[in-house]
């Protein structure tokens, strides 16, 4: 089985479906590791810089990429360190449109890390269940 990395913009290609060469290649490269045929490695930053750059660059509705990345990072041959936290932290990035991905990865984090705290002079990072908000 091929195996290789994933960079941002083959994920952006593939969402954004704005590029007439990049965008299908982009997306047959994604159906092969949805068929199992390539196992394929990205990062968190690969994450982050999808969400920022697709919402805020290319102005894509928060809940139309947020459906789209999550229903790629669903795929079995999809490999990525700390999977159901960024899942999970683009749920809340929906739902708390004040905060930032990174704000919400954290939140996630710290409570997936076992912690119940975090320590944070942002006042909106006091919105996530199970996680209070302190200043040092």
């Known amino acids: 089985m091929n195996e290789a990395f994933i960079d941002t913009n083959v994920l952006l290609r593939h969402l954004l479906q704005d590029h007439e060469d990049h965008s299908p290649r982009s997306t047959r490269l994604l159906q092969a590791v949805a068929r199992g045929e390539i196992r394929a490695h990205i990062s968190e930053t690969v994450v982050f810089e999808t969400l920022y750059t697709s919402t805020s660059f290319y102005k894509a509705p928060r809940p139309e990429i947020a459906d789209a990345l999550s229903e790629l990072l669903h795929l079995s041959g999809l490999v990525l360190d700390h999977k159901q936290e960024i ?10 449109t004040p905060l930032s991905f990174a704000d919400c990865y954290h939140l996630v984090l710290t409570k997936a890390l076992g912690l119940t705290e975090i320590y ?4 909106k990072m006091g919105r996530y269940p199970g996680v209070t908000r302190i200043e040092p």
């Open 120 to 123: 944070t002079f942002d006042k």
């Open 87 to 96: 899942l999970e932290a683009i749920v809340l990035w929906v739902r708390e």
